[in-house]
Each structure stands twice: as C-alpha cells, then as structure tokens.
C-alpha cells in the first residue's frame, strides 16, 4: 500500500476542483492559497489566461487563523469591487471548506462578493 501524503493529497483534490472550475471576464475565478505564513488570493481570468486582482494577508501578522483569515477575504472582496469584479467561481485549491476557508469565503460574500 503505497502512503501519499498531505502534499500529494491536496493536489489531487485541487485537480479535481479544476477539472470543474474556470474563470472568465464576467466571473473570474477566486483562487485561495494558505501557506505557512500568509493568505494569498487571485482572481483569474482563465479564458485569457490573466490576473486580474491578488491580495495578499498582512505581512506583519503573526499567526494564521479565522481572524486574518477573515480580514484577508473582506480585503479581496474590496480589491475585486473596485475592479469591477462582482461575482466569482470560488477554487479552493484542495483545501478543506472548514475553518480558515469558510471564514474567509463568508467574509467575502459578507463583504458584497457573490459566488
């Protein structure tokens, strides 16, 4: 039985989730990234193959939890209004929907963005 790891693991399901999910002009796609120091967000227009807006958490945070989480999803839903963005495909990028990710994304919609 060949073990896989957490790495492998999460690519896998984030080539499911792509598999299914795109991005256009209208509707870019959100792209959530947790590393072990910061939150990263793109909106991606895949059709043109661009990015259209990126956040990223505040550098001088400390640890990465719901609070920063939160704050870093109301901060990408104001980047995207102010580009003209409006509603999103949301690519979790193989992370769990629990947590950081759940805070983050309904702060975003909190914050005006529609998925």
Request: no cysteine; glycine share 6%; aromatic share 6%.
């Amino acid at each position: 039985m060949n073990a896989i790891s957490r790495k492998e693991s999460r690519a896998q399901r984030h080539s499911r989730i792509r598999r299914k999910v795109a991005g256009t002009a209208e509707r870019p796609r959100m792209a959530v990234l947790f590393s072990n120091r910061r939150i990263y967000i793109q909106f991606i227009d895949d059709e043109a193959g661009r990015t259209l807006a990126a956040v990223q958490s505040a550098p001088e945070a400390k640890a990465l939890n719901v609070e920063l989480a939160r704050k870093t999803g109301v901060r990408a839903a104001e980047v995207a209004t102010a580009r003209g963005i409006a509603a999103v495909v949301f690519d979790r990028s193989g992370f769990r929907y629990h947590g950081r990710m759940k805070a983050l994304a309904d702060a975003a919609r909190e914050a005006g963005l529609r998925f």
